[in-house]
């Protein structure tokens, strides 16, 4: 079974960027044999929501709340799936987790539809 792992989480004032990163972390799997990965995100008393959405050879989906201010990108030869975060808000603040399907290239801000999950990375945002 495929494991995922985030890093790059970390504490950042209104407006400023960070970069998140999620690598295959148990095997030497390819990310670019799984289909669809995706960005979500869970903030304390919240439901988890989907962030972003990128297929496995094009595409990509939004949430409202991100767009414009997120990109997602996925590094098929480098085995990384990345969450480019720029102009952050308090509200930004929450875990992050990259996740993935095993196979299918829909893109999906639906958590169902992905079965692969990394433990999380926690972005935290003051004002």
């Known amino acids: 079974q495929v494991q995922l792992v985030e890093s790059g989480g970390g504490s950042v004032q209104a407006g400023a960027s960070l970069r998140l990163s999620c690598a295959v972390s148990?095997?030497?799997?390819?990310?670019?044999?799984?289909?669809?990965m995706g960005w979500f995100r869970q903030a304390p008393g919240k439901e988890r929501e989907g962030v972003a959405s990128i297929g496995s050879v094009w595409g990509t989906l939004y949430a409202d709340s991100v767009k414009g201010r997120f990109t997602v990108s996925r590094d098929n030869a480098g085995n990384t799936l990345s969450l480019q975060m720029t102009s952050l808000k308090p509200e930004d603040t929450a875990t992050y987790y990259c996740?993935?399907?095993?196979?299918?290239?829909?893109?999906?801000?639906?958590?169902?539809?992905?079965?692969?999950w990394g433990p999380g990375t926690q972005v935290t945002v003051s004002s």
């Open positions: 148990n095997t030497t799997a390819s990310i670019a044999y799984l289909g669809s």
């Open positions: 996740a993935a399907r095993t196979s299918g290239s829909v893109l999906s801000l639906h958590s169902p539809s992905y079965n692969i």
